[in-house]
Every structure is written in C-alpha cells, then in structure tokens.
C-alpha cells in the first residue's frame, strides 16, 4: 500500500510539472528562435537601404556594419547587385548564385531554417531585396546565422528544466514515502494486531487513532475481540465446569459398581454388574473424548516450533507397553534433515495418541504400526499406517465425523471421536489430513503440517 501511495503521488507530481513545465520550456525556445529571426531581419532590413544608396559612403557603412556582425555575432552578412556583381568595398559574396540571392533579386523576401552554404553549417538564411528610390531592385542582402548557439541555447532551457523535474521528483517521492508511512501507520497496527489474535493473543487491543475510518475500524476490532475474549473464556468455563460435573458422577457410578460387586456371588448378578460396569467406563472415555474435541476447537494458542521425530519417538514410549500387550511393533522411520513444523503447544501429541490408539486397536497380533515422517516441498507429512483391515473408499470421507465408527478405524471400545479429535487439531494448526491405502494392505493416515 506504501508504494502504490508514493507512485500515485510522484506520478500526481509528475504530470503536474509536465503540464506546467513543457508548455513554459516551448513558448522560451520558441521566443527565442523569433529573436534571433526578429535580429536577423533588422540587420538585413539596415543592410539593405545601404546598399540601396548610390553614394561611396553608403557602401563603406555597409562594408563596416558588415565587419561588426561578423566580430559580435557568430553570423555572415553578404550583399550582391543586381547584375550579380559585388558590392564594392564588400568582396564578391560565397555561393553568389544562392536560391536566396535569386529569390531577392526577383523583390521577395526569403526566409528559411536549413544548410547556410556561407557558413558551411545548419542555420538561418534570410535574404531581402535592396530597392532604389524609385522600388527598383539594385541588389540583395543575405544574412546567414548558424543554428548551433540556438541549439546550445535550447539545449540548456530543457535541461535546466529536466534537472529541476528529477530533483522535484525526488523530493516528491522521499516525502510521499514519509506521508505515506504516516497515512498507514493505522493499518499497520491493526495489522499487528490481527496477527496477535491469529497467535492467539486475545486481550491484543490497538489505539484508536488516525482518520475518522481508521478510528471506526479500530473501534470495531476492538469490540469485536473483546466479545470472542468473552465467548472463548465463556465456553473454557462452560468446559471445565462440564468436565467436572459429568466426571464426578461417573466415577461415583464406577465405585459404585465396583463396591457392589464385591458383595455379590451370584454369577448372573456379577455378569450385569460388569456389563454395567463396562458402559460406565465407555461413557467416561466418549465424556472425555467430548471435552477433548471441546477443547480442541475453542483452544487459541500460540504456535511454537516442533521437532516431529521427537515428538514421534516420545509418543512411542507412552503407547510402546500397549502396543506390546497387543503382540503389535511400532515403528518409526525419519527421513533425512531436521523436520520441524509450527503447531499450538500439545496438539501434535493429541494427534498422534488418537491415531496410534485406533491403528493398535485394528493391528493384528503380530503385526506393526509405522510411523513415517517425510518433507514435501513446504510441508512436513506424517504417514501412520497399520496392518488392519483397512477402510473401503466409500467410508474415508465418514472417518471424520463424530461417533462414526468404522472396522478399519477404531477398535470395539472406541467411541468414533478420534479422527474428530484429530481432524480439528490438524486444521487448527493450517494442516491436512486425510486416508488412503496402506502399501501391503491396512490403512493409512497421511498428516501434512506446515513447515516451521
């Protein structure tokens, strides 16, 4: 925005010296080519009634006034009779049979921009007719001026003036550039802020300063992050608040259960209390689950730098003893270079609990979970595959949804929340993901995590 602001303003300043400038600098070049024709046609017009004179005195003023334009001025003055001769004192001109002298000769004026054959260069040839008393032609005065100091001259006004232009232009950009900055001022801060809140700073706040619109905008923000601050903070409370009344009745419940069954001896009664026992812990873990996904998708936090490869090996300490229990091998394969992602402190861990939970829940005995971490261009991908059943094409897009449970995706005991979990953790940190076919059979779960 800064540059479009400068050029828009250098271009404003631009055509506003263009329009004022060139028209100046053409009237001065064209001012003065007429003073120099203006002064060629007096020196003429003077030369011309002395030659019109017959006396002796005459012709030697026009020899001397012939000498001192030639000494002050860079031009030639040349005179020629009528029968072509020369105007003694003056000697026989150059190129006596000049169209300029013919034309003269026959009492027009002739006047023209071109090659002055007397000065060997481009200039000025103005030539008029000497008349006697009675408008006779007794001859022709041709003055010749060369073109070079008009074109030095020329040459100076429009680089005096072009030189001025680039210096206005200069001034003109450095400050542009400074009221540019300051117009901007507003949109950067609330840019600033923005990005706080994206990082999930929500008591950010800007000052409300600049014009009327800016201070509008500002105003809005402001309002508008202060009522999320409430909501998030609202529905945090609302979590933890849930957390807790519906965890203390099951545990309770549990307890319960457990005391119950410690009493009893009939087979038929135990058998009951252990199914019931059995939904009460299926009940706590979909609760936890919910709270989870709660969590996931009203948590707003900073990311922060990841290593995967640490994150993948410490998770394998946690699940390795699980995994063992289910005569299933976990494994991890690192590709090459350092592998680091940007995601909110403890989502990659969820991620990868979630989806280590259900492929050990689908393996067979005997079989092995792996975990492959790789580098796409600007994204690192996590590959979980397990040697399950796997999942039909047709049920990947349903993976996702709450409660869906699928052969291929969760063991008997899971509660369909998993790949929920995952889902919003994932697309929370500016990720993908999605299943396809395991090489060799089974499932895979291809994670894609922007790169730190």
Request: charged fraction near 20%.
């Amino acid at each position: 925005m800064n540059r479009r602001l400068v050029v828009s303003y250098v271009l404003l300043v631009a055509v506003a010296i263009a329009a004022f400038t060139v028209p100046v600098a053409f009237v001065l070049t064209g001012q003065l080519r007429g003073d120099v024709e203006t002064s060629v046609r007096r020196e003429a017009a003077t030369a011309a009634l002395l030659l019109a004179a017959p006396d002796v005195p005459s012709r030697q003023a026009l020899a001397r006034l012939a000498a001192a334009y030639e000494q002050e001025t860079p031009g030639r003055l040349d005179a020629l009779l009528a029968d072509g001769t020369a105007a003694a004192p003056l000697p026989l001109p150059a190129a006596p049979d000049d169209p300029a002298f013919a034309a003269a000769l026959t009492g027009r004026e002739d006047a023209r921009w071109g090659e002055a054959v007397a000065l060997g260069a481009e200039g000025l040839v103005l030539a008029v007719p000497a008349r006697d008393s009675s408008g006779a032609v007794v001859g022709a005065v041709r003055v010749s001026y060369p073109a070079a100091p008009l074109d030095e001259r020329q040459l100076q006004i429009w680089g005096f003036r072009a030189i001025l232009a680039v210096a206005v232009l200069i001034v003109a950009a450095i400050l542009g550039a400074l009221l540019a900055r300051r117009l901007t001022r507003p949109f950067r801060e609330l840019n600033g802020m923005a990005q706080r809140l994206r990082d999930g700073d929500l008591g950010a706040r800007v000052l409300e300063s600049g014009p009327t619109e800016t201070r509008t905008l500002a105003r809005t923000l402001n309002t508008a992050a202060e009522t999320i601050d409430t909501l998030v903070r609202s529905q945090r409370a609302f979590i933890a608040d849930a957390s807790h009344q519906l965890r203390t009745p099951l545990t309770a419940l549990r307890l319960s259960l457990d005391n119950v069954a410690d009493g009893v001896s009939d087979p038929l009664v135990r058998e009951d209390i252990d199914l019931a026992t059995a939904e009460v812990v299926r009940m706590n873990r979909l609760v936890n689950g919910l709270l989870v996904l709660a969590r996931a998708e009203t948590a707003v936090g900073a990311p922060e730098r990841v290593r995967v490869a640490d994150v993948v090996d410490d998770r394998f300490e946690v699940w390795r003893a699980v995994a063992a229990e289910r005569a299933v091998v976990l494994r991890a394969e690192h590709g090459d270079g350092a592998q680091n992602v940007s995601a909110n402190p403890g989502n990659l861990e969820q991620i990868l609990d979630n989806v280590l939970s259900n492929a050990i829940e689908v393996s067979p005995a005997g079989g092995a979970v792996t975990v492959r971490t790789s580098r796409s261009g600007e994204d690192v991908l996590l590959d979980v595959t397990d040697e399950g059943p796997g999942l039909p094409a047709a049920d990947r897009h349903r993976a996702f949804d709450r409660f869906w449970r699928g052969a291929g995706t969760t063991g008997p005991s899971g509660s369909g929340l998993g790949l929920a979990i995952v889902k919003q953790l994932v697309t929370d940190d500016g990720g993908t993901v999605a299943l396809t076919d395991a090489v060799g059979g089974g499932l895979c779960v291809r994670i894609s995590l922007r790169a730190a």
